[in-house]
């Protein structure tokens, strides 16, 4: 058995942009939220994603600004470290090991070299105990540093970022966990803490959700879980505080924000709408239908854009005049993925549930969803309780150019329907468009359903629990008729319910797993060509071997039996006992893969039916049961791959936990090409066009052009030393380790002038040369004889073709030439 020695599960996307608080940068033209084990930076005008900051080991909790420098970002992770990066380039520049799990992190500008952290109280025996701490920054030069001490500040706290606040730029901290409110007074190094009640009088909830500071006053805003907002004055005595309940909802409050001018304070109603709500009048405005519901609310320094992230996994920028700017959508995760994964064979995109009733593209390279399609095609009421169609099954035609879905609705507010429809691919429109709908195609539940693999057959098969499986083909009798699905062939297996099927590589034979019998069939005559010996269990999961394991087809069972048949012998080739609980294989080699649970985690197994041995295992790959994979074939196949990893050189496997986390395997080769590229700076368009800009780039044109137009002469000219060292580094250094632009543009203005002094020595020693030249030419014609005179006129006069112009610097060579004295060479020795 072969370890995994040459690769390790990581995230590979799709991971949660909605866990924190949105950032913006300073210029509002960047968004930063925390991504899985990284921080992801998006443009706020393209919606693309510049750079990924890449470093933490375990979830990213907290992101915070560096207050002394607007071009670094803090990020903290439950991995108990904190680091410092440069966001604009992607460089991480220090770590700070704290030593536990961070919850949150905070900063603030009044405190320069401290940043605050949330850190389980160690010496408790609640687990839920959470301290704020504070943590002096160490100004050691080396890039990991270990903290040492931290300083409490505040007790007893919440570990949601959203319960606490710093206020007037960091004079006070104010914490709410359940009933209580805590501020804490830097100055006075005093903490007062109010109560209320569990309920008033109208039985209402009183429990704190979140809380926002204003920038300005000393008023502190807090929601609630009965829907109330309060705003708390006089909170620093404690004898004398007030507060005042300008709104409710219906619902809880869960994100609240003050802009930076503190005129306006945003909220969020769990009807996904934003409210703004004008501080001290009673106005407001309402941007409602913006999705799911509103998880946090942001606003940029200026505030000119809002930010607000859904429970969809969605961003929304959202500009002053209340107007939807950008939208970020990661990779939806519902409660359930029905579907299972799937490769669009055209786009190469992972196809899986998206919002409820819609099935979603995603990007798995450029880790971006493309886009959404509605399949239930109604209108979704956000109702707890309320029973709605969803979809249950997919699968795709070889070559992408048919969709096949199942939606289902069951419950007992609504009559149980089922519907079939088959999606054609609108190469104009470049999206699904539908062409069949079939309105109960089983008598109860599709338990499966499968194209076949063959690119000229336009084959589906559906499996359902009222025991039979239908074939459906593609009718239309003359090409201008309109084509559609319809009902090719109904079978069955001695009314057993089928759970499973699957076609061979080629598509010319269909196994279908009738409980605890497995059937093999061929779709041209729909003849039942053999019947497997009964395993112990139902069979759960089909699969035909692939290539030269193409006479091999695979099964799982209940009975935590995995068993692998001989189609030519029609036997039993081997079978183990494990625990499968999903089989999936390669569609590019021959390789299988086969999730096990063990224990409360999952372990892997990639092999080949022909081989008794595994070619790799991963053991613990994730906790809980995988019920979802899929291989995605790669663009280029790996090169120079480990032997532990030879099995990812064709295709990637991906896989989906019990947390709905997308996890595949990272090869080392990969991620070295990974960082190569992640090296290499992006330039911005949208950088302003400044002078300076200006003068670099049009001297660099500049310099060019001259250099390829002075190839071929030797004028004298001074020329700026483009190539050099000092001017790589002047254009590729980050700026917050230069010094300040007055030095550079003194230095770089310097460097294009030329000094008087020069250029009048330069001119008067060209002035004397010429004036040597010209004495010299006129004793030369004094010398000459008449007959040679003579004859050089002649030749002149009958020349057929012009003297060819030649530059000064060639006629000071040929003046040298005939100065030289040649009559050394005609005497005898």
């Known amino acids: 058995m072969v370890e995994l020695t040459g690769a390790r599960v990581v995230r590979c996307g799709g991971s949660k942009i909605n866990y924190r608080e949105p950032k913006f940068t300073i210029d509002s033209k960047l968004l930063l939220c925390a991504s899985g084990d990284s921080v ?12 990924t900051l890449q470093g933490h080991t375990d979830l990213v909790t907290g992101i915070a600004f560096n207050p002394t420098n607007h071009l670094q970002v803090y990020s903290c992770s439950l991995d108990g470290t904190v680091r410092l990066w440069d966001y604009t380039d992607g460089i991480l520049i220090k770590t700070l090991v704290i030593g536990y799990g961070v919850l949150a992190l905070y900063a603030s500008q009044k405190h320069e070299g401290i940043v605050f952290l949330t850190v389980p109280v160690t010496s408790s025996t609640d687990s839920e105990a959470f301290q704020l701490v504070a943590v002096h920054l160490p100004k050691s030069a080396s890039q990991e540093v270990e903290v040492r001490e931290l300083s409490s500040v505040l007790t007893d706290i919440s570990p949601d970022p959203r319960a606490s606040c710093f206020g007037r730029g960091g004079e006070y901290i104010a914490s709410a966990k359940g009933l209580q409110l805590s501020v804490f007074f830097f100055r006075k190094q005093k903490t007062y803490r109010f109560l209320l009640k569990a309920t008033d009088k109208k039985g209402a909830k009183n429990t704190f959700t979140c809380i926002s500071c204003h920038p300005n006053e000393d008023c502190i805003a807090t929601g609630h879980q009965d829907g109330k907002i309060r705003l708390w004055r006089n909170f620093d005595q404690k004898k004398e505080y007030t507060y005042s309940t300008q709104h409710w909802h219906h619902n809880a409050v869960s994100a609240l924000a003050f802009t930076p001018e503190g005129t306006t304070l945003l909220r969020r109603r769990v009807e996904s709408v934003l409210v703004l709500w004008s501080y001290g009048a009673q106005s407001k405005d309402l941007l409602p239908r913006l999705g799911a519901a509103i998880q946090h609310i942001s606003v ?21 005049s209340l107007k939807v700017s950008a939208v970020i959508q990661g990779l939806v995760k519902g409660e359930e993925v029905k579907t299972g994964l799937l490769i669009d064979p055209r786009s190469r995109a992972l196809v899986l549930n998206g919002k409820p009733g819609h099935l979603q593209f995603y ?11 509605d399949i239930v095609q109604q209108e979704y009421i956000h109702q707890v309780g309320l029973d709605q169609s969803d979809v249950v099954k997919a699968s795709f035609h070889p070559q992408g150019s048919w969709l096949a879905t199942v939606e289902e609705c069951r419950g007992a507010s609504c009559e149980p329907e089922t519907f079939l429809k088959l999606w054609a691919y609108n190469e104009q429109s470049q999206s699904f468009e539908l062409n069949t709908r079939v309105s109960s195609p089983h008598e109860d539940r599709v338990t499966a359903m499968c194209f076949s693999p063959d690119a000229d057959a336009a084959l589906l098969v559906t499996a359902g629990k009222d025991g039979h499986f239908k074939a459906w083909q593609l009718a239309g009798d003359t090409p201008s008729d309109r084509v559609s699905w319809a009902c090719e062939f109904v079978g069955g297996y001695h009314l057993l319910r089928p759970e499973s099927c699957c076609f061979s590589a080629d598509g010319s034979l269909l196994a279908l797993g009738f409980e605890g019998v497995v059937t093999v069939w061929s779709p041209e005559s729909w003849e039942l060509l053999l019947t497997l010996s009964q ?41 183990s006992r494990l625990d499968v609980t999903l089989l999936q294989a390669d569609p590019l080699s021959e390789n299988m893969a086969a999730f096990c649970h063990t224990a409360a985690h999952s372990d892997l197994f990639v092999f080949r039916p022909s081989e008794p041995r595994p070619l790799f295992s991963q053991k613990a790959v994730c906790s809980g049961k995988v019920h979802r994979a899929v291989f995605a074939p790669r663009e280029e196949a790996l090169e120079s791959c480990e032997e532990g990893a030879q099995w990812l050189n064709a295709s990637q496997l991906y896989f989906m936990t019990e947390q709905t986390d997308l996890m595949t395997f990272s090869t080392k080769s990969e991620e070295d090409r990974i960082m190569a590229s992640n090296k290499q700076l992006v330039i911005d368009d949208s950088v302003a066009m400044t002078p300076f800009y200006l003068l670099l780039g049009k001297h660099r044109q500049q310099q060019q052009e001259k250099q390829d137009s002075l190839t071929n002469q030797s004028a004298a000219a001074v020329r700026l030393p483009q190539g050099s060292r000092a001017i790589r580094e002047l254009l590729h250094t980050p700026a917050h380790v230069l010094p300040s632009a007055s030095v550079l543009c003194s230095l770089f203005v310097d460097s294009l002038l030329i000094s008087r002094a020069a250029v009048r020595e330069g001119s008067e020693a060209e002035e004397e040369e010429m004036e040597s030249e010209r004495e010299e030419d006129s004793d030369e014609e004094e010398e000459t004889d008449p007959r040679e005179a003579r004859r050089a006129l002649e030749d002149r006069i009958g020349a057929v073709e012009p003297a060819p112009e030649v530059c000064r610097a060639q006629e000071r060579e040929l003046r040298r030439v005939r100065r030289t004295d040649f009559s050394w060479i005609s005497t005898s020795p």
Do not use: M
């Open 300 to 320: 940029s320094p200026e505030g000119a854009l809002y930010c607000t992230s859904h429970t969809d996994n969605k961003i929304t920028v959202i500009s002053s």
């Open 40 to 51: 992801k930076v998006f443009s706020t005008g393209t919606e693309e994603c510049v750079h």
């Open 535 to 575: 395993p112990p269990g139902e069979i759960r999961d089909l699969c035909f071997g692939r290539l030269s394991c193409s006479r091999y087809l695979l099964g799982t069972t209940s009975k935590n039996l995995l068993c692998c048949w001989n189609l030519l012998t029609c036997s039993l080739e081997w079978s």
């Open 363 to 373: 990007s798995l390279r450029q880790d971006r969803q493309l886009y959404n399609l």
